[in-house]
């Protein structure tokens, strides 16, 4: 698989996380980083399976286009066990979005937004 070029930050915050992960010593967290919905399910997938980030928008557009009608009621039972999950500063404003004010966004309406891996764990 092909992918494209990176930019120079994002390289370089690449290599942070994979220090990271090395200093870390953990054999479950994962490098990668996952690209997905912001909703309970995925949310949780990505905590769960030890992802270190995710793909998202930044916070201010991810708030403009983030609604509750794109966190569909069967993955409201993910909430409660989601809410208590420990997450990075860098994250807590998007797990906050997405548990307290139960607000999600879909790929499909994440498309001409640039994305960028925000540490999750």
């Known amino acids: 698989m092909s992918y494209p070029p990176l930019n ?4 370089r915050y690449l290599q942070q996380l994979q220090q990271r992960l090395i200093a870390s010593g953990s054999e479950r967290v994962k490098t990668s980083i996952k690209a997905v919905h912001v909703d309970a399910k995925d949310v949780s ?3 769960n399976e030890g992802y270190c980030a995710m793909l998202l928008p930044d916070l201010s557009t991810l708030q403009q286009h983030a ?6 009621d ?5 909430v409660p066990a989601l809410a208590t999950k420990a ?23 994440m498309q001409g937004v640039v994305l960028k891996p ?4």
């Open 8 to 11: 120079a930050r994002a390289l």
């Open 45 to 47: 997938i990505a905590l």
């Open 74 to 78: 069967k993955q409201l039972k993910f």
């Open 87 to 109: 997450v990075e500063p860098v994250f807590q404003p998007y797990h906050k979005l997405l548990c307290q004010q139960l607000k999600g966004l879909r790929q499909q309406n």
């Open 118 to 121: 925000i540490s999750i764990r």
């Open 67 to 72: 609604s509750p009608a794109m966190l569909p």
